[in-house]
């Protein structure tokens, strides 16, 4: 039996930008786009972006490569915990 982490009431329908205490950066010069964060995200809060010229830099720009979207992440760390490159960096969230 494989585990994942789910949760049953998904940030998707409750936006956490007010309270979430950490956020996940992603280091887009070390990411190998495994897709890994993508898959043990539990609130689906990770999305695959099309490479082009918005791409955060141009390594990535002609491949798929993962976002996090903040508006839905609760910080939970899981993708950082998970990347096999340990190119998710967890930081303090500071609000403006
Ligand atoms: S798990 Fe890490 S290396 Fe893999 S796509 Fe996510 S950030 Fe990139
Ligand atoms: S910290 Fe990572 S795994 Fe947790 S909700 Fe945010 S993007 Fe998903």
Same mark, same amino acid.
């Given at each position: *039996?494989?585990?994942?982490?789910?949760?049953?009431?998904?940030?998707?329908?409750?936006?956490?930008?007010?309270?979430?205490?950490?956020?996940?950066?992603?280091?887009?010069?070390?990411?190998?786009?495994?897709?890994?964060?993508?898959?043990?995200?539990?609130?689906?809060?990770?999305?695959?972006?099309?490479?082009?010229?918005?791409?955060?830099?141009?390594?990535?720009?002609? *491949?798929?490569?993962?976002?996090?979207?903040?508006?839905?992440?609760?910080?939970?760390?899981?993708?950082?915990?998970?990347?096999?490159?340990?190119?998710?960096? *967890?930081?303090?969230?500071?609000?403006?």
């Amino acid at each position: *039996m494989v585990l994942v982490p789910v949760s049953t009431v998904s940030t998707r329908n409750h936006p956490t930008d007010s309270w979430r205490i950490q956020r996940p950066t992603i280091q887009y010069d070390k990411c190998i786009r495994c897709m890994i964060c993508w898959k043990y995200c539990p609130d689906n809060a990770i999305e695959i972006e099309n490479g082009d010229e918005s791409a955060p830099n141009e390594r990535i720009a002609k *491949m798929e490569y993962p976002v996090i979207n903040y508006s839905f992440c609760k910080g939970c760390g899981i993708c950082a915990n998970e990347c096999p490159e340990k190119c998710i960096d *967890m930081e303090f969230e500071v609000i403006e």
